[in-house]
Every structure is written in C-alpha cells, then in structure tokens.
C-alpha cells in the first residue's frame, strides 16, 4: 500500500533474479484457463481488455511479447478430447513448451473427500494420463494441484480466484478457497513465482493482461521485474484506494454526500467502502478506459478485497467510519465549498464586465451586477492573492472599454423579436 505521499511501503519484488531463471520463452507461451467456483465473468472482463487485448496477446502483435496460445473452456476451438489433450500433455510434462495457468473460481475443497464422493466443479474427464479412459469427470482441483508446479507461473484472476470471494462467503458448503490458499504459502513456479493475483469481482480486464505482459517481458529478459504487493497484487494497479482517484473525491472533500442511487454526489453515505479499498477502477475503468464503479454511480463494495464479501456486508449501508469522516467533512467542506463558489463566482467574469458593470450574456442564468457581498469577499480575497505580486484586476480597472462593444444596439438593429427558447432550460451554477 502506497503511503500518503504514493511512495510504495511494503510492496515488494521477492522474484528471482532473471539470470536464474532459463525457462526459454522466445516464441510462444501456453496459458492454460482453469475454471473453478466461477460466474465466467472473469471471462468476459479478460475479453473486454483492450490495453493489451486478448487477440493482441493471441496473435502476438505486443513487442517483445511472446505469442500465447490459450487454452480455454468458452474461447477455444476445440472440444472434448480435443481441447483437453493439450492440458494432459502440460499435466505429464510432455507439452514441450512453457505454460501458465489461470484460474478463474474459487477452489472447491473436494480434494477433502474421495473421487466416488463426487465435486464441486470438473473439467474435462477420462482421468489424467496420456490418453482418456473411461468418462469419470476430471475435478478441477486435481487439474491444479497437476499443473501449477511445471507453469513457469500461476495466476488467479478475479476474487474468487485470489480470494476465495462469494462461493468462499460464510454459509456456504463447498469448502471454497483461493488458489493461494489452496497450493500453499510455499508455493512457486517454475520460473520461481508465488501465485500471483488480479482480484476483482469482475476484475478490469486490462489489470489482468498487462499482468501478463508485464511478467512476460519480465520472463523473457527484456523487461524489469514487476513489483508486487505482500499478497501478490500487481502493486502499481492496487497500492492506492478507489476513493484517492474517485471522480466524486471532490464531493466528499466538499462535504456534500448522495442520498439515493443515481445522484451525483460522493456515494460514502450510501455505502461506499472507496476509502479503505485498494482499486484502480477509476482510473482503468471497466472496458476499454471507459466506465467504472463511481463513473457509473456505483458505490464501491470492497469487491477487490480479500475480506469480500462478508467483510463489505451489509451492502449499501453506510461504513460505521464513514460518520466520522463525512461528518467533519461536512462541517469545514461546507464553508471551504462556500468560499470556493465565491472564488469561482469571481472568475466567471471577464475583467470587462466588472469594469462594465454588466454582463452582455442574452444567457437566462447569467447573473447581472455584482453584489456587495461579492464585491467585499473579492476585495479580500484578491488582496491575498496578490500579496507580493502584481495585482492585474487593479491594472485592468484603468483599462478603457472598447468602443464597439455592444455593437448591434449600436448600429440601431432591432432585437424585439428574438425569443430566448432556452430561457427555461437554463441553469446558474448554483441550481446546478
Ligand atoms: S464515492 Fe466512494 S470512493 Fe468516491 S469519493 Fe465518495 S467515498 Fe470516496
Ligand atoms: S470500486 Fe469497489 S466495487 Fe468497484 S471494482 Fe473497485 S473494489 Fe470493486
């Protein structure tokens, strides 16, 4: 977690030096997608990625990157025996090639209970060896514990992958897990590699693909080492919280709080968890730079977190420490916003129509002469802001009107017919 200054605290890179690693990735790497406890909505958030996309990574078009060749249960080709073969080669270390392993889903704990006990979640069947026998359902928790030691790294994306996430929640009976959870602490890959998590319920796709690029390049020897957080978060994506980047951060330092889904204002009161939740959404957004929980008025329910989603329940109920936050917020963000409004109030005015006196907008909302109120803050204010320097709004005062100003009254034309159409529909920067 980055510090208030964004300086990385205790994000750390425990990777092997690249010397060590000789794992030949010059040109294609395997990604083999496991599905477990999953929505698939992993999926479609991987799909949706465009920085890099899915189909650059396929086709190898990034620089450097080397070509992946995924193997997935909805976006490959292949069926049946077809598609699993390639994951019984990986499995028998015969593939002949470097691979990663996905996991999307949580880890059921069916390995708890015997194979004729049945499972929780399955891929593929015929059992495990070089050739398929029989039809007995292959469980996915054997998939992994088979392949995650030979990939050169293993990858969870999504919160149930990294986390455990709903089928991982109180109540439930599959035993759920993350994969961290589930291959253990002492895990690493081939290539020397902890598992390493994108979280996200559903993650930003393009966290996951610029993982991947990232430790390929990395792997390859012609990129740095990517700096990971101490749970094996990406850490330039997940060292600041949502709430530091928020589109409505400036609502909350202002002090003004939404009461109902669908206004603007700072979500928190309706159970935004932004401040104590580490997410890049706002920045990334959610497809393509686009959208996002707060860009589309969605207060943030700590999906990105390990201790989501019972930690984050009851939803869209206010944070107990959001009372204490808002509230002094709302106390001097009130007459910091004030004063701002006076500030911009000021700055909406060309120096002309001060000296005028008048504003020549036919606009309904513009307000006409200044206030005296208006006029004593700004006198103060501008003493301020000038102090040591020179104050151009005095300068301007002796600066003559220019004579053609207000030409068409000048030229005698004729207004009485115009109609302001808009006079309805427009708002002062106040109403808004
Ligand atoms: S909506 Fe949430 S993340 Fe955004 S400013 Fe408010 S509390 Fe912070
Ligand atoms: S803002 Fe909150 S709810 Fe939205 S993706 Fe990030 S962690 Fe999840």
């Not at 030949?24 to 406890?37: D, I, Q, T």
């Not at 390639?86 to 880890?107: D, F, K, N, W």
């Amino acid at each position: 977690m980055a510090d208030k200054n964004g300086k990385h605290g205790n994000a750390s890179s425990i990777l092997p030096d690249r010397a060590t690693r000789g794992i030949g990735l010059e040109e294609l790497v395997h990604v083999f997608w496991v599905s477990g406890m999953s929505c698939d909505g992993c999926s479609i958030a991987f799909a949706g990625a465009s920085n890099p996309s899915m189909e650059q990574l396929q086709w190898g078009t990034v620089p450097g990157v080397p070509k992946m060749v995924l193997h997935h249960p909805m976006f490959s080709e292949d069926a049946g025996d077809a598609f699993i073969e390639p994951y019984r080669q990986a499995a028998a270390g015969t593939l002949g090639a470097p691979y990663i392993v996905v996991l999307e889903g949580s880890v059921p704990d069916d390995e708890s209970f015997p194979t004729a006990d049945g499972f929780f979640s399955s891929m593929g069947a015929g059992g495990f060896g070089p050739t398929p026998g029989g039809d007995q359902p292959n469980r996915v928790t054997e998939w992994l514990y088979r392949l995650a030691p030979g990939a050169i790294a293993s990858m969870a994306i999504g919160t149930c992958a990294t986390w455990g996430g709903i089928p991982a929640a109180a109540g439930n009976i599959t035993g759920s897990m993350s994969l961290m959870d589930y291959l253990g602490k002492d895990y690493r890959s081939t290539a020397g590699v902890p598992v390493i998590n994108v979280p996200g319920c559903a993650p930003v796709g393009d966290n996951f693909s610029e993982t991947v690029i990232t430790l390929l390049l990395w792997l390859r020897g012609v990129g740095y080492p990517p700096v990971f957080d101490e749970l094996g978060r990406p850490a330039w994506m997940f060292d600041q919280t949502v709430h530091r980047h928020c589109p409505k951060a400036g609502y909350y330092e202002e002090g003004v709080f939404a009461e109902e889904p669908g206004d603007n204002q700072c979500l928190v009161e309706i159970g935004c968890w932004g401040p104590v939740v580490q997410c890049n959404i706002v920045e990334r957004g959610a497809q393509n730079h686009m959208g996002g929980c707060m860009a589309a008025g969605g207060a943030c329910i700590g999906c990105t977190m390990p201790g989501f989603p019972d930690k984050y329940a009851p939803f869209y109920k206010a944070p107990p420490g959001s009372a204490i936050s808002g509230g002094i917020s709302k106390v001097y963000g009130g007459a910091i916003r004030r004063l701002r409004r006076m500030s911009m109030k000021t700055g909406n005015r060309e120096p002309m129509w001060d000296n005028a006196d008048e504003i020549p907008s036919p606009w309904a909302a513009a307000k006409g002469p200044r206030t005296n109120t208006d006029k004593f803050a700004a006198y103060f204010y501008k003493k301020l802001q000038y102090n040591g320097s020179t104050h151009h709004g005095n300068r301007y005062k002796k600066q003559p009107l220019p004579k053609s100003r207000d030409i068409l009254t000048q030229k005698g034309v004729d207004h009485s017919q115009s109609v302001d159409v808009l006079r309805e529909k427009v708002r002062s920067r106040e109403e808004i």
